[in-house]
């Protein structure tokens, strides 16, 4: 599993923050289960209204990241799920997922909470889904990133005395 090596960030300072999370719809017990942990994670953070949309497909992620980040959101929360198949359809559309979202963040200087998990199988995917019997939870883990990025950006904004 690839969850070795993964740090224990803790958020401080999360209040007031306006979060988008933004939740694809294939895979459903997959989508679900990174939603919950996404929503989950904010709640502790005090982030009890973050706006969520749902989206067709991991490829929709980018457009809609890009209107929430333009729109006064703080940190964007990017959940979707990619199955490899028989035919080179995964490699597009996690590259174009991958690139799109990165672009997203650079361009808008917004964090990208990346929580797109790109698996060889349906195993892979519900290991990491954060329901019941996954190893990991990669939902939360994308929300923690994006609102600890918030919140450090929000202390190199703000001069230091």
């Known amino acids: ?22 939740a694809a719809q294939w895979h459903t017990p997959v989508m679900d289960g990174l939603l919950a942990g996404a929503l989950a994670a904010l709640d502790e953070f005090g982030i009890t209204e973050p706006t969520v949309v749902r989206v ?20 964007v929360v990017a959940l979707g799920v990619v199955i490899r198949g028989g035919t080179p359809h995964f490699e597009y559309v996690c590259a174009a997922a991958t690139d799109g979202l990165t672009r997203v963040a650079l361009d808008t200087g917004v964090p990208v909470g990346f929580g797109v998990l790109t698996c060889d199988d349906e195993q892979q995917a519900l290991d990491r889904a954060g329901i019941e019997g996954s190893k990991e939870d990669k939902g939360r883990e994308a929300a923690t990133a994006a609102v600890a990025t918030a919140v450090a950006l929000r202390k190199v904004a703000t001069p230091q005395r």
């Open 1 to 22: 599993m690839s969850g070795n090596g993964a740090p224990e960030l803790t958020v401080e300072g999360a209040q007031g923050l306006r979060v988008g999370v933004i």
């Open 56 to 75: 067709p497909g991991a490829f929709e992620l980018p457009v809609v990241a890009k209107a929430l980040a333009e729109n006064g959101h703080d940190a």
